[in-house]
């Protein structure tokens, strides 16, 4: 049987390797031609043995800019409730992993946020970016605000658009076999003739058909 979170175990198995990472980063910042993946640090929450917070992908580049990344195929602004959540223990961790007290009087040095959600169903309506203020809040002026950029499929050839067509391929192939082991195999077949996720795919058990992000 196919995983129910085989997309989000991909997603999650793709960018723990740094040189998907790194081409996810200059996805979002193409004007940044000198990142190496050396300039990217991981540091998305996990919890292995606690049932807490945890979050899609998370990293800073070069101390100066945290980037929070969340991949979802159901559209819903509560999204933006959880972006907050995972900021904040993202800063805590920060603070605790560079040794800076925020409660002493001296300031503390953080990196910039941006905030991001890839939306692997259809756009639709959908807006291109969202916020709590307009969602929760009328639009009202409140003293703090979540604003993430929404980004859904292209047609462009980055990392990010092929991970969105894998997932409407998965979509697909689930829908006429279920959540079978041919459905996984044709997803891969499909994705490979395609080209998509095609150097990720073929790098996985050597480019056999049965993978552990899947079963």
Known sequence: MAKRTAKNSVFLDLFQNKSYLLKLYKTLHPEDTT???DSLT????TNVLTDNLYNDLGF???NKLMILVEAQSTWTVNILVRILLYLAQSYHEYFQRTSQDYYKSKKVKMPKPELYVIFTGNKGRKPDKISLSKEFFEGAVIDIDVKAKVIYESDTDD???QYIIFCKVFN????QHGMTQKAVTETIRICKDRNVLREYLLDRKGGCDDYDEFV
């Open 172 to 175: 697909e192939k689930t829908k």
């Open 42 to 45: 991981d540091v998305t929450i």
């Open 35 to 37: 990142a190496t993946e």
């Open 159 to 161: 990392i990010i658009n």
């Open 60 to 62: 800073i580049v070069n």
